[in-house]
Each structure stands twice: as structure tokens, then as C-alpha cells.
């Protein structure tokens, strides 16, 4: 079963936030950025399930391996709704 994937504004200007940084930092990192984050939202239109709940009732996250973000994400019907890709320096008690 392939899932849908809509990203809530939240998460969407954390996304929009971590582009601009990494592009201020290094011109066309953003992009590589971006494009990293969407090979992972890839995995989960298909395995959305591999990664554990962390938070209940029902909130699961996956750990981007090369730039410090984890997608909080849930499953609802076939929908994965993305509620946050958070900066992992940030305060873990101010996760969604």
C-alpha cells in the first residue's frame, strides 16, 4: 500500500526554515537538504510503519541520518501526516 503524505504548516515552515539557513550557510545546500528530506518522506509513502511510536497516542519519528532533524509524523487511514521536522539541538520537551 502506498500512503499519501501531507505536510501541515507547522512542519512546513520548519521545513521552509531549515532550506534558508543551510542555503545562508553554504549555496545549494538547502537544496541538497530538501532533497534529502523528500528520499526519506519516499520511505514512509511506503513503510510508514517501521518506525516505533514515540509519543502516544500514536506519533512515530525517524531520525534523518545526515542533518539533525526527525520527522514526527502519524498514521491516519492512508495518510501520513507530517506535524513537525525538528532540529534535534532544539529543547526535546518542545517537540509536537
Known amino acids: 500500500m ?5 505536510v501541515l504548516p507547522l512542519a512546513e515552515k520548519e521545513i521552509d526554515a531549515a532550506i534558508e539557513f543551510y542555503e545562508s550557510r553554504s549555496k545549494g545546500l538547502g537544496k541538497r537538504f530538501l532533497t534529502y528530506l523528500k528520499s526519506y518522506l519516499k520511505v514512509l509513502k511506503t513503510n510508514p510503519e517501521l518506525f516505533e511510536i514515540k509519543k502516544q497516542p500514536h506519533y512515530r519519528e525517524l531520525t534523518l541520518v545526515k542533518f539533525p532533524f ?5 498514521i491516519f487511514e492512508n495518510e501520513i501526516l507530517i506535524h513537525s521536522v525538528f532540529h534535534t539541538s532544539k529543547n526535546p520537551q518542545k517537540k509536537p
Open 2 to 6: 502506498t500512503y499519501n503524505i501531507k
Open 70 to 74: 526527525v520527522i514526527i509524523y502519524e
